[in-house]
């Protein structure tokens, strides 16, 4: 008989509780997001509104899944990387209701919760290009460990476009506002910033302010960030695909939103011959349900859950994860 898991994501400006099977069959994925009124996300605000959200979103997704807290064989929340008092306030939720029901606790990673929920679309050993507001990484499963093959060297790719967007007066998040008006016609030269495998986007998107204060359309300069900032990331995928041969890329993190990223990607991939896995818009940005899955991957591998595993860690790298489930 499947198993049903819960699963608590809180790292970062989301405040998600989502319910899988063990089979992955997704019975719930609650979301609210902290939105900040002006300038970018306030740790503790962001906090404040997970405490707030997470009660009704346990409510919503247990209502939703038509289930009991006794239904439920596992509590997964997110450990890590992220904002402190986010990541606190998911766990203590988390806590909260694994301990008052009896329920095992366990803290997963949430990077590389981006990249199983690519198995669940389908992929074997994927490439993933992890593209979000705070974090971008192109990772991939090499002895033993998911090695961060690439990443920004500065601010994440979702940050910048954040950042910029701001700038020009557009609000918050700017990902998708910048993606509306990104029409073009002109292709601007902005900074390319590849360097070996990693990437950085803060010089691109100071350049593209200037642009901007020098008279180029908001639509010339959205479309320039556009096509160099992901042509960038699929630049530094494509090289971790040659490199470790594998055959298939993952898209995940909310910048993989994106149609243009998306179509990128799906060029890219067509032009080796391998495949891309690109989940759908609910599952590619921060939420419960990959933080629940992965939690079911550990389990079923019979993961061992020690003291270690209901704390949280801010810092808590790719890298870091031994990987017993593989
Ligand atoms: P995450 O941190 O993974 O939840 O993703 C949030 C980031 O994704 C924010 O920086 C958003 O601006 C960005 N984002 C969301 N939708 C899009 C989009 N359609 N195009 C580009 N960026 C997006
Ligand atoms: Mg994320």
Redesign the pocket.
């Known amino acids: 008989m499947s198993q049903v898991v819960i699963g608590i994501e809180s790292t ?1 400006h ?1 405040a998600g509780v989502g319910i899988i099977t063990s089979d992955g069959k997704i019975l719930s994925n609650q979301r609210a997001v902290y939105t900040p009124e002006e300038g970018g996300i306030h740790p503790r605000e962001a906090a404040n509104h997970h405490s707030e959200t997470l009660p009704g979103l346990f409510k919503a997704a247990l209502e939703e899944a038509k289930l009991e807290p006794k239904d439920i064989s596992l509590v997964s929340y997110a450990r890590g990387p992220g904002l402190g008092p986010c990541l606190r306030t998911g766990a203590t939720a988390a806590r909260a209701f694994a301990y008052s029901h009896n329920i095992p606790l366990l803290g997963v990673n949430h990077c590389v919760a981006h990249l199983e929920i690519g198995i669940l679309e389908g992929a074997k050993d994927p490439v993933l290009l992890y593209l ?3 974090n971008t990484q192109v990772i991939a499963y090499a002895a033993g460990r998911f090695r961060v093959f690439g990443e920004t060297l500065d601010i994440g790719i ?2 910048g ?2 950042k910029f967007a701001r700038e020009a007066g557009m609000g918050f ?4 506002k910048l ?1 509306k008006v990104a029409k073009g016609p002109e292709l601007l030269d902005l900074p390319y910033s590849v360097k070996g495998m990693d990437m950085s986007f803060s010089g691109l998107m100071t350049a593209a302010k200037s642009k901007l204060d020098a008279g180029h359309s908001l639509e010339s300069v959205a479309y320039s960030i556009q096509e160099t900032a992901f042509a960038m990331s699929c630049e530094v995928s494509e090289r971790a695909l040659a490199h470790t041969g594998k055959r298939e890329l993952v898209l995940g ?3 993989a ?2 149609s243009r990223l998306r179509e990128m990607a799906r060029i890219m991939a067509e032009e080796r011959g391998i495949r891309c896995f690109v989940p759908k818009r609910a599952l590619c ?2 939420n419960g349900v990959m933080i629940a899955w992965l939690g079911w991957q550990m389990m079923s591998a019979n993961y061992a859950i020690s003291e270690q595993d209901n704390v949280v860690d801010q810092k808590y790298r790719t890298d870091m994860v031994e990987v017993t489930w593989r």
């Open positions: 970062a989301t979000s507001g705070g979702g940050n476009l954040d998040p700017g990902g998708p993606e993190g909310g910048v939103c994106n940005v921060d």
